[in-house]
């Protein structure tokens, strides 16, 4: 079994900053990327960035100099620090982590529960 858990979001007025966190524990494994979506009520959930292997990363437009992706591959964590927050960052969070399977190739995606995101104006 392998976990996925999300924690850091809460309610921040526009301009605020928050720092999400997503944590993978269980069984072994190891971890080839991660990435966050993000949905808001009504939207299909959307990408918002990614951080591979080699630590290459990835944004949609609209956070790209506002959003930061990182990665502690000691503590199988990745952090979304979100700074400059918009009202329409609005949304539930959600850490997606590929993790290899046996076979040290393909990967199977596992998905966190979500942490609200509450921007106001």
């Known amino acids: 079994q392998v976990h996925v858990v999300e924690s850091g979001g809460g309610l921040v007025q526009a301009g605020g900053s928050l720092r999400l966190s997503c944590v993978v524990s269980g069984s072994t494994f190891t971890i080839n990327a991660f990435n966050w979506y993000r949905q808001a009520p009504g939207i299909q959930r959307e990408f918002v960035a990614g951080?591979?292997?080699?630590?290459?990363?990835d944004y949609v437009s609209n956070v790209k100099g506002r959003f930061t992706i990182s990665r502690d591959n000691a503590k199988n964590t990745v952090y979304l620090q979100m700074n400059s927050l918009k009202p329409e960052d609005t949304a539930v969070y959600y850490c997606?982590?590929?993790?290899?399977?046996?076979?040290?190739?393909?990967?199977?995606?596992?998905w966190g529960q979500g942490t609200q995101v509450t921007v106001s104006s």
């Open positions: 997606n982590a590929e993790i290899f399977l046996p076979d040290g190739y393909e990967v199977y995606s596992y």
């Open positions: 951080i591979s292997s080699d630590d290459s990363t």
